[in-house]
């Protein structure tokens, strides 16, 4: 059905031992995608440590992707999990995804992007050696159409939640493909916002540095990040407008620190 979260195809309850190994749902939200769909689940499969769920999440797609996800939950079988929905924007279907996900981690794979194969292994690695960390995420490769390929790579990266709120107001550093964070850290800032068109990632990694969460980046380009004329990212008027947005709600926020509140001249004089 087109006008319910509908759970196409659902695997068994998590045993205890699964529940307490750190395991991982990638969430993967598409909207009319179907062209590209396949790669990006494929890399998601193809992890060194591989995923114990992935979570499809059709936000109301017209085109093929409904015929391809029946293809796709025969290939891969119990360990793919789709989701229908009516449309409702990427902030809607990465809800709708989170809480199918039965894991401890999410990562997050946009429809049209792919993964190297260590990605998942890398970054588990990093909780493995910071049991405290809650987020990390990665540098990246854009990729053209044309073939081009350009590396984007934070300079540095400073882990104390100030440092990360002061990289978040000069630019939404942490792109979705590259993230991988506790479901437990999403569910304690409340969802993704459903109203923005565009930014509802930014949002959502804004709110996470205030609430202090601790945050690990890995310099090692592990998302190759498709940059194509559909990118919502590349308007810059609505940049501008949705970083106004975020930020000014946070900043008349009663509960933002006030080592946080400081830095409100700084985010509106960048935007």
Same mark, same amino acid.
């Given at each position: 059905?087109?006008?319910?979260?509908?759970?196409?195809?659902?695997?068994?309850?998590?045993?205890?031992?699964?529940?307490?190994?750190?395991?991982?749902?990638?969430?993967?939200?598409?909207?009319?995608?179907?062209?590209?769909?396949?790669?990006?689940?494929?890399?998601?499969?193809?992890?060194?440590?591989?995923?114990?769920?992935?979570?499809?999440?059709?936000?109301?797609?017209?085109?093929?992707?409904?015929?391809?996800?029946?293809?796709?939950?025969?290939?891969?079988?119990?360990?793919?999990?789709?989701?229908?929905?009516?449309?409702?924007?990427?902030?809607?279907?990465?809800?709708?995804?989170?809480?199918?996900?039965?894991?401890?981690?999410?990562?997050?794979?946009?429809?049209?992007?792919?993964?190297?194969?260590?990605?998942?292994?890398?970054?588990?690695?990093?909780?493995?050696?910071?049991?405290?960390?809650? %987020? $990390?995420?990665? @540098?990246?490769?854009?990729?053209?159409?044309?073939?081009?390929?350009? =590396?984007?790579?934070?300079? +540095? !990266? /400073?882990?104390?939640?100030?440092?990360?709120?002061?990289?978040?107001?000069?630019?939404?550093?942490?792109?979705?493909?590259?993230? %991988? $964070?506790?479901? @437990?850290?999403?569910?304690?800032?409340?969802?993704?916002?459903?109203? =923005?068109?565009?930014?509802? +990632? !930014? /949002?959502?990694?804004?709110?996470?540095?205030?609430?202090?969460?601790?945050?690990?980046?890995?310099?090692?380009?592990?998302?190759?990040?498709?940059?194509?004329?559909?990118?919502?990212?590349?308007?810059?008027?609505?940049?501008?407008?949705?970083?106004?947005?975020?930020?000014?709600?946070?900043?008349?926020?009663?509960?933002?620190?006030?080592?946080?509140?400081?830095?409100?001249?700084?985010?509106?004089?960048?935007?």
């Amino acid at each position: 059905p087109s006008d319910d979260r509908v759970r196409a195809l659902a695997g068994s309850p998590l045993s205890m031992a699964e529940a307490s190994r750190g395991s991982i749902s990638v969430v993967i939200p598409t909207y009319n995608c179907a062209s590209l769909l396949p790669v990006a689940v494929k890399s998601a499969f193809d992890q060194t440590r591989a995923p114990d769920e992935v979570v499809i999440v059709d936000d109301g797609s017209t085109d093929a992707t409904p015929g391809l996800l029946r293809d796709l939950a025969a290939r891969y079988g119990e360990r793919l999990i789709c989701v229908r929905k009516t449309n409702g924007g990427q902030g809607s279907a990465r809800n709708a995804g989170i809480s199918a996900a039965r894991h401890e981690f999410i990562a997050f794979l946009d429809c049209d992007d792919q993964w190297t194969p260590e990605k998942l292994e890398r970054q588990m690695e990093a909780f493995r050696a910071d049991p405290a960390l809650d %987020l $990390v995420f990665t @540098a990246y490769w854009r990729v053209t159409p044309q073939g081009g390929r350009s =590396l984007v790579c934070l300079p +540095d !990266w /400073d882990p104390d939640p100030l440092a990360v709120w002061r990289a978040l107001i000069v630019a939404s550093c942490m792109t979705p493909s590259t993230v %991988l $964070v506790r479901k @437990a850290a999403l569910h304690a800032v409340g969802p993704f916002d459903e109203t =923005l068109r565009v930014g509802e +990632d !930014w /949002d959502m990694w804004a709110r996470l540095a205030v609430s202090g969460i601790r945050t690990a980046y890995l310099r090692t380009p592990l998302v190759d990040y498709l940059w194509h004329d559909a990118n919502l990212s590349r308007d810059r008027r609505d940049i501008s407008q949705a970083a106004l947005m975020i930020f000014g709600r946070l900043f008349q926020s009663s509960r933002l620190p006030p080592r946080f509140q400081a830095e409100e001249r700084r985010c509106r004089s960048r935007w």
